[in-house]
T-cell receptor, first 115, second 112 residues
Framework: DTEVTQTPKHLVMGMTNKKSLKCEQH?????MYWYKQKAKKPPELMFV???????INESVPSRFSPECPNSSLLNLHLHALQPEDSALYLC??????????????FGDGTRLSIL | GESVGLHLPTLSVQEGDNSIINCAYS??????FIWYKQESGKGPQFIID?????DKRQGQRVTVLLNKTVKHLSLQIAATQPGDSAVYFC???????????FGKGNQVVVIP
């Protein structure tokens, strides 16, 4: 079982809906990540939070809005998504890698389908 | 951006045989290397990592080899089992940077 928990596992939404993806970790990690993964492709980085502050935004469209309420939780708020946004959304966490060599640990993702 | 590639898109291996997955990279500043396994319907699972000051590291049934001279990384799986069927990604990182650069992925299919 993964130590990074993501909910929901599956989500189907219309293009006008607003929904949120949630991620939780209790490993004491201070860096958390959102990735998008299309079928048969590697994960693509979207956002990085370090010590609850947004440190990297990989030019992600504003219809994706991340939030880090505390060091254990990471949310991704979705609004007015497009069909091409259908993908597996992965959350990961790590000790803040700027100072140590530690791997990122991934959750099992939320499978998102946009109708 | 970084160029990270794998030599073989799909590897079919007989159960019990050894598997070797290769990864070439271009960024000589990379100093931390990780292998992930992704099974169908799951997220990437950490397998093993290696720092650039090492050329070999062993885990349980897995060995990672690093050749910095030719910028090449490999993952060896001993006595491959059906549960090893998955997509394997190499990933690279540079000290002081949270970004991971993933390789394209290599599908391993274990034939019983």
């Amino acid at each position: 079982d993964t130590e990074v928990t993501q909910t929901p596992k599956h989500l189907v939404m219309g293009m006008t809906n607003k929904k949120s993806l949630k991620c939780e970790q209790h490993m004491g990690h201070r860096a958390m990540y959102w990735y998008k993964q299309k079928a048969k492709k590697p994960p693509e980085l979207m956002f990085v939070y370090s010590y609850e502050k947004l440190s990297i935004n990989e030019s992600v469209p504003s219809r994706f809005s991340p939030e880090c309420p505390n060091s254990s939780l990471l949310n991704l708020h979705l609004h007015a998504l497009q069909p091409e946004d259908s993908a597996l959304y992965l959350c990961a966490s790590s000790q803040d890698n700027r100072g140590v060599y530690q791997p990122q640990h991934f959750g099992d993702g939320t499978r998102l389908s946009i109708l | 951006g970084e160029s990270v590639g794998l030599h073989l898109p799909t590897l079919s291996v007989q159960e019990g045989d050894n598997s070797i997955i290769n990864c070439a990279y271009s960024n000589s500043a990379s100093d931390y290397f990780i292998w992930y396994k992704q099974e169908s319907g799951k997220g990437p699972q950490f397998i093993i990592d290696i720092r650039s000051n090492m050329d070999k590291r062993q885990g349980q049934r897995v060995t990672v080899l690093l050749n910095k001279t030719v910028k090449h990384l490999s993952l060896q799986i001993a006595a491959t089992q059906p549960g090893d069927s998955a997509v394997y990604f190499c990933a690279l990182q540079t000290y002081g940077n949270n970004r991971l650069a993933f390789g394209k992925g290599n599908q391993v299919v274990v034939i019983p």
